[in-house]
């Protein structure tokens, strides 16, 4: 509903980045080092697509479990998050 009360025009831009920063902060855990060079990201209209090096996924599976939780938390608000 925030979204929806900024001037016409920005209300679906600003939405889109705002769940492209929550996405960051879930994958940007640990503050560590870890480079993330070979992920790719699709945007759409209402989604958003991530495209994680093979392997990444399996060898974090907190950020797999954030991801699945963040994804069930946007289908409800009418957006959808895909990553593989």
């Known amino acids: 509903k925030?979204?929806?009360n900024l001037p016409s025009g920005i209300g679906k831009k600003t939405r889109?980045?705002?769940i492209i920063f929550r996405i960051a902060v879930l994958l940007h855990r640990s503050r560590g080092d870890r480079s993330f060079r070979d992920?790719?990201?699709i945007v759409g209209k209402d989604s958003l697509k991530l495209m994680f090096p093979d392997g990444w996924l399996e060898d974090h599976p907190l950020n797999r479990a954030d991801l699945n939780a963040e994804r069930?938390?946007?289908a409800?608000?009418?957006f959808k998050l895909r990553f593989e």
């Open 2 to 4: 925030v979204f929806e």
């Open 72 to 74: 069930h938390f946007l």
């Open 76 to 78: 409800a608000a009418g």
């Open 39 to 41: 992920l790719r990201l």
């Open 16 to 18: 889109k980045i705002a």
